[in-house]
Nanobody, 122 residues
């Protein structure tokens, strides 16, 4: 099993920044990518960013240029630096880990963090 523990959510004003962290433990040899999803009330969960073990990154169009995903392999930790936050970024953010197919996560392999609330006020 892979365990993912998230931290860093909170309340921030529009234009501000937050950094989310996700520490992985357990059978981490079984994953080759980590990323972040988010889900706002009444909306579908959406993929925000992915980073592979090799360092390749992909972002949702809505966050590209504002968010940056990074990974510290020695600490088995992934980060999401969120800058220029907008009210529409308000959501529960979920860390994810699994097998990256080249398009996205193989959902049969995915592991989830507990979620952390990000609220951006206007």
């Amino acid at each position: 099993q892979v365990q993912l523990v998230e931290s860093g959510g909170g309340l921030v004003q529009a234009g501000g920044s937050l950094r989310l962290s996700c520490a992985a433990s357990g059978s981490i040899f079984s994953i080759n990518a980590m990323g972040w999803y988010r889900q706002a009330p009444g909306k579908q969960r959406e993929l925000v960013a992915i980073i592979t073990n090799g360092g390749s990154t992909n972002y949702a169009a809505s966050v590209k240029g504002r968010f940056s995903i990074s990974r510290d392999n020695a600490k088995n930790t992934v980060y999401l630096q969120m800058n220029s936050l907008k009210p529409e970024d308000t959501a529960v953010y979920y860390c994810a880990a699994g097998w990256f197919t080249g398009i996205g996560f193989d959902m049969s392999t995915i592991h989830w963090g507990q979620g952390t609330q990000v609220t951006v006020s206007s």
